[in-house]
């Protein structure tokens, strides 16, 4: 998205510090309007000024306090190590005043945790909210049975994902015996062209899913990027009505995925996940099958036609 410039009388400069915002500080509130959750950030390249960005941020109307809320939550989710205040702010272009205020309000619902050196993390409440949100889920109670049955009788990891707000997001997973366990953890979003279920979805409903803009990069030496390669396997994914992730995603692992359908909508998709040493291509006819058995018995369930 294009933004406008925002009006300004010749001379004017962005960079003045009194204690009156210059007059363009009203067309740039507009364009920090337009720019969403994660606009924050783009500000800090419209308005190099730390003060006076912070001026337009405070004057921001009051329903952006809740986006801004949000956006602290995405950039602990994001982070690799737990964050200070002014990391926080400096991050998202907020007031250390406001940030300050926004994490307490967050901590007090049990949102965020702060640790002994005043550092934040996300809080055990979301835990909580996402388990709540995920047993009421109907996709995934009626996976649940099936899941289990699959992972004790094959020994591998059966995992469940489905699209979420735009996102392809593990919703359940049931871990296998076997000694390499690196299926995704639940609530990790699947990359759409590097993962059996992410090809399944770009397959059967290209209209739902999308690749990522900007560039793309290999997860692996084998991962095979957007282009005729992967417009060919994807038809053959049409054709077959499974997919696989040969060492495309993570060096050492292999996924098999299979559609949940209803009313020939894909509505889900079920995955076995396990070492390629113990999926070898010479097994994978007894492994689809399984995991295509899998998707019709989930679907079966989503329909009520099993108690």
């Known amino acids: 998205m294009r ?3 925002a009006p300004c009388e010749r001379g004017a400069s962005v960079a003045r510090t009194g204690s009156e915002l210059p007059e363009q500080s009203t067309g740039l509130l507009c364009q920090r309007a337009a720019l969403g959750l994660r606009g924050s950030r783009a500000l800090s390249r419209i308005v190099p000024d730390n003060r006076i960005r912070s001026r337009i941020m405070e004057q921001m109307p009051s329903g952006g306090t809740v986006e801004k809320a ?3 939550l995405y950039c602990l989710h994001e982070s690799q190590a737990p964050l200070g205040v002014t990391q926080i702010g400096r991050s998202l272009s907020l007031p250390k005043s406001t940030t300050y205020r926004l994490l307490a309000a967050l901590g007090r619902r049990g ?3 702060r ?5 934040y993390q996300p809080g055990m409440a979301l835990v909580t909210l996402a388990s709540g949100l995920l047993e009421r889920d109907p996709v995934v109670v009626a996976a649940r049975p099936v899941l289990e049955e699959q992972a004790r009788a094959r020994g591998e990891t059966i995992f469940l994902a489905a699209l979420r707000s735009g996102r392809i997001l593990v919703l359940d997973k049931e871990e296998g015996s076997g000694f390499l366990r690196a299926a995704p953890r639940v609530g990790t979003e699947l990359p759409v062209y590097a993962t059996a279920i ?3 979805y770009l397959a059967l409903a290209p209209d739902a899913v999308s690749l990522p803009e900007g560039p793309i990069h290999a997860f692996t030496p084998l991962t095979c990027l957007p282009g005729p390669a992967l417009d060919r396997e994807l038809a053959r994914v ?3 009505g499974w997919a696989s992730n040969l060492d495309e995603w993570i060096l050492g692992l292999t996924g ?5 359908l209803q009313a020939g909508r894909l509505v889900a998709a079920v ?3 396990g070492a390629s040493s113990r999926l070898p291509p010479r097994e994978h006819g007894r492994f689809v099958q399984e995991i295509l058995a899998a998707g019709r018995a989930i679907a079966e369930r989503l329909e009520g036609r099993v108690a």
């Open 3 to 5: 933004l406008a410039r």
């Open 271 to 273: 995955a076995v996940a």
């Open 256 to 260: 098999l995925a299979a559609p949940v």
């Open 70 to 72: 949000l956006d602290i």
């Open 115 to 119: 640790d002994p050196r005043g550092r």
């Open 238 to 240: 049409r054709s077959q």
């Open 198 to 200: 992410g090809k399944l």
């Open 111 to 113: 949102l965020v945790d």
